[in-house]
T-cell receptor, first 111, second 115 residues
Framework: DAKTTQPNSMESNEEEPVHLPCNHS???????IHWYRQLPSQGPEYVIH???SNVNNRMASLAIAEDRKSSTLILHRATLRDAAVYYC????????????FGKGTSLLVTP | DAGVIQSPRHEVTEMGQEVTLRCKPI?????LFWYRQTMMRGLELLIY????????DSGMPEDRFSAKMPNASFSTLKIQPSEPRDSAVYFC?????????????FGQGTRLTVV
């Protein structure tokens, strides 16, 4: 029951901004949009989350479409360390507060 | 805080043996999640607890798997008997509160190999 759709892979140059898209057309009004990433050989790591408004933190920015059917994770200046699999996840009230991962987007950063 | 602590980091066992994976959540966190990750199936949520009570165990693959949380600072995931197809990386995560508006913190995982 995939709730989000992401590209399988993306590539970016180091020190360039990266925009990672996510479609979630079946989102409901109380669903939160979460982003996690997983670096090679590590556990997933929280990046950012939001409900309706755009969000910024030290790692990234989250831009949420006005209709909430899509969102974009923005890494303002990619580094080699940002190479990871990025997961866009809906935390839905009708499934408790489970954190269910899909396939994610594998981001390659080249020097 | 040391973060979510999982042990052991690596486990190799023979088919048919009992395996116990351990997790210590971050102090003050009252929700705990167990995941399994394989190349074929990705990250699968097995079970999660809130205040030591299982909330949803629908992801537990079969009766050979069981999870317990006897207190707020410790959880176990047991496989008995183990099979080669159980080989995977098992992650534990914890968060403060039982809600959607918070972040979860993951451990480094236990790599299980069943031969």
């Amino acid at each position: 029951d995939a709730k989000t759709t992401q590209p399988n892979s993306m590539e970016s140059n180091e020190e360039e901004p990266v925009h990672l898209p996510c479609n979630h057309s079946t989102i409901s009004g109380t669903d939160y949009i979460h982003w996690y990433r997983q670096l090679p050989s590590q556990g997933p790591e929280y990046v950012i989350h939001g409900l309706t408004s755009n969000v910024n933190n030290r790692m990234a920015s989250l831009a949420i479409a006005e209709d909430r059917k899509s969102s974009t994770l923005i890494l303002h200046r990619a580094t080699l360390r940002d190479a990871a699999v990025y997961y866009c996840i809906l935390r839905q009230s009708n499934s408790g507060y489970a954190l269910n991962f899909g396939k994610g987007t594998s981001l390659l950063v080249t020097p | 805080d040391a973060g979510v602590i999982q042990s052991p980091r690596h486990e190799v066992t023979e088919m048919g043996q009992e395996v116990t994976l351990r997790c210590k959540p971050i102090s003050g966190h009252n929700s705990l999640f167990w995941y399994r990750q394989t190349m074929m199936r990705g990250l699968e949520l097995l079970i999660y607890f809130n205040n030591n009570v299982p909330i949803d165990d629908s992801g537990m693959p079969e009766d050979r798997f069981s999870a317990k949380m006897p207190n707020a600072s410790f959880s176990t995931l047991k496989i008995q008997p183990s099979e080669p197809r159980d080989s995977a990386v098992y992650f534990c995560a914890s968060q403060r509160g039982g809600n959607m508006n918070t972040e979860a913190f993951f451990g480094q995982g236990t790599r299980l190999t069943v031969v």
